[in-house]
């Protein structure tokens, strides 16, 4: 039986705090192994955590499997560099044929590769989430890419960045629950939502502004949530809102736009289009295959005010985007969209072995 332990490169409390919360999130995370779980695949999902636990999954669909959180050892004051060395002895004590790491810049991904994956020679796929690139991209046997964007990047290599070779590369689909996530018939309170943990890394300039002439909201925690809100008082800033409430926000919004300016595929954008949103976002990072034009807008910084002020004034438009958008997020980001990539991961254990 292959063993294939998929391991967060980021810690669980990263992006919520709340450890209840976080076990009932039902996302990618969650859905490949119980995927690889129901095809006999021996598989576990590891994590860093305040405090070391264990769990079994109750996946909503595909077979349990195991959730093992290790106590955070050190990292710093930044929560993208906690690791554990607990995970570390985990890691090298166990005979898994494969190791998924999801994220490629977190500490705990860094601190597995340079004490276990990279002296023990352990093979490991990469999930990337956001930036494509890190020193532990050119040793992956396999990187599962979010867009066309990151593709072509890596393909091109850079300064101090080998090509890498797209037979290495192989597109993943987001897993959208198009169940939760899907249009609900109420008023507008907002012309544009974002939802966006609210950190130096992203720009709410381009909201900020567009809180001048339209109802604009953002949801979403973070270390610069106070100082965003003295900065842009005219956005109503909602804080933090468990994960299975959005499409209740997204429903009393006229449309979605995403303030980050660095990701090339964030799981926000097709959960909007998945709820019948119309989304815009900036075309140097978003691609036409993140946001196909019947979809929503790719803009610029120059033209980003008139074109949102026009399309929320044209009702029909934005209906018909809507629909397109819940369309595309049906047919290509379903619960089972990675169904795929883990018979991917499969053939690279029989290659391995």
Not at 41 to 57: F, N
């Given at each position: 039986?292959a063993?294939?332990?998929f ?22 995370d ?18 860093v ?42 890691a ?5 044929d ?16 340079d ?129 299975a ?48 034009p ?60």
């Amino acid at each position: 039986m292959a063993r294939i332990v998929f391991v967060l490169t980021y810690p669980a409390y990263h992006s919520v705090v709340d450890p209840a919360e976080w076990l009932r999130w039902d996302n990618r995370d969650r859905r490949m192994p119980a995927l690889l779980a129901s095809l006999g695949v021996d598989v576990e999902l590891w994590g860093v955590a305040a405090q070391a636990a264990e769990h079994l999954s109750a996946p909503a669909f595909g077979a349990p499997y195991r959730i093992r959180l290790f106590a955070r050892s050190g990292g710093g004051t930044k929560s993208r560099d906690h690791h554990s060395d607990a995970m570390v002895a985990a890691a090298r004590a166990d005979p898994a044929d494969l190791f998924v790491l999801i994220g490629t810049n977190g500490g705990a991904g860094y601190r597995l590769f340079d004490r276990a994956l990279r002296p023990d020679r352990r093979p490991f796929a990469l999930i990337v989430g956001g930036d494509y690139w890190s020193r532990l991209v050119p040793h992956a046997r396999l990187l599962f890419t979010e867009s066309a964007v990151q593709e072509a990047a890596l393909a091109a290599g850079g300064w101090f960045r080998p090509r890498i070779a797209r037979a290495r590369m192989e597109r993943l689909p987001k897993t959208i629950d198009t169940g939760l996530f899907q249009p609900i018939d109420t008023g507008r309170r907002w012309d544009v939502l974002s939802v966006s943990r609210v950190t130096r890394w992203k720009s709410f300039t381009e909201v900020g502004a567009l809180s001048r002439a339209h109802r604009v909201a953002v949801a979403g925690g973070g270390p610069q949530a106070a100082r965003m809100a003295r900065r842009y008082p005219a956005i109503d800033w909602l804080g933090h809102v468990p994960h299975a409430d959005v499409p209740g926000l997204l429903a009393q919004a006229g449309l979605y736009f995403h303030a980050g300016r660095r990701d090339y595929f964030p799981r926000a954008i097709p959960e909007a289009m998945a709820c019948g949103r119309p989304v815009v976002g900036f075309a140097d990072r978003l691609g036409a295959d993140v946001i196909p034009p019947e979809c929503g807008l790719r803009i610029t910084d120059r033209d980003y005010r008139p074109l949102v002020a026009a399309l929320l004034r044209d009702p029909a438009r934005m209906a018909q985007m809507g629909a397109a958008a819940r369309a595309h997020v049906v047919a290509t980001h379903g619960l089972r969209s990675s169904e795929a990539a883990c018979r991917t991961l499969l053939r690279l254990v029989e290659a391995s072995a």
